[in-house]
Nanobody
Framework: QVQLVESGGGLVQAGGSLRLSCAAAGRTFSTYAMGWFRQAPGKERELVAAVNWSGRITNYADSVKGRCTISRDNAKSTVYLQMSGLKPEDTAVYYC?????????????????WGQGTQVTVSS
């Protein structure tokens, strides 16, 4: 069992930066692959970035490549999403999620645990 709590969202101007954090409770955090998803109003939830259990393998949505960095600190049971060059189209609720293996990372159905989400709003 893994409980996930996101933080770090907020209102930021276009071009600004935010760092999202996702703190996990549970002894097995370090064995899980982690993903950051987002969902804008009226849109499907989509993967932003994912990282494998060790942090050595990462993947990003094309829309955020070069602007976002996912990382994790297994000692702190936390995964981060550093976002820069934010655009109004990045406005969404951002969720972190955990899956036991780094497979089909873009599919929401492969993730076993989800956080409650944190709102990111980018003003133009």
């Amino acid at each position: 069992q893994v409980q996930l709590v996101e933080s770090g969202g907020g209102l930021v101007q276009a071009g600004g930066s935010l760092r999202l954090s996702c703190a996990a409770a549970g002894r097995t955090f370090s064995t899980y692959a982690m993903g950051w998803f987002r969902q804008a109003p009226g849109k499907e939830r989509e993967l932003v970035a994912a990282v494998n259990w060790s942090g050595r393998i990462t993947n990003y949505a094309d829309s955020v490549k070069g602007r976002c960095t996912i990382s994790r600190d297994n000692a702190k049971s936390t995964v981060y999403l550093q976002m820069s060059g934010l655009k109004p189209e990045d406005t969404a609720v951002y969720y972190c999620a955990a899956q036991p293996t780094y497979t089909s990372i873009y599919s929401i159905t492969t993730y076993d645990y989800w956080g409650q989400g944190t709102q990111v709003t980018v003003s133009s």
